[in-house]
């Protein structure tokens, strides 16, 4: 696998990997930090899109990094939504 593969795939899966530690965190700390929640997603997008950098050395930007978060909790929502009219 080339370094721009792993790249692509790294960026791909931010939306995927970003609910889930999102999913984690809310389990440990309970409903008493949830408003920060959205934020710490957007920040994670973006802390993902570091890692990504210095691993393969290619980026999307800071910017499409928080973006890429945030697109997780729209993913989450609308999960959310799928399981509450099922």
């Known amino acids: 696998m080339d370094v721009k593969t792993v790249s692509l795939l790294i960026t791909s ?3 995927v ?4 530690v999102i ?3 809310k389990k ?3 409903d008493k930090h949830k408003w920060i929640l959205p934020a710490l997603a957007s920040i994670l997008g ?4 570091a890692i990504n ?3 393969t050395g290619n ?3 800071p910017a499409w990094g928080i973006v890429l978060g945030a697109a997780g909790v ?3 929502e609308f999960v959310d939504q799928v399981k509450k009219s099922v």
Not at 17 to 20: E, Y
């Open 13 to 15: 899966l931010t939306p």
């Open 17 to 20: 990997v970003v609910p889930l």
């Open 23 to 25: 999913i984690g965190v």
């Open 28 to 30: 440990i700390s309970g």
């Open 46 to 49: 973006g802390v993902i899109d």
């Open 53 to 55: 950098l210095f691993i």
């Open 59 to 61: 980026s999307v930007g």
């Open 74 to 76: 729209a993913l989450r």
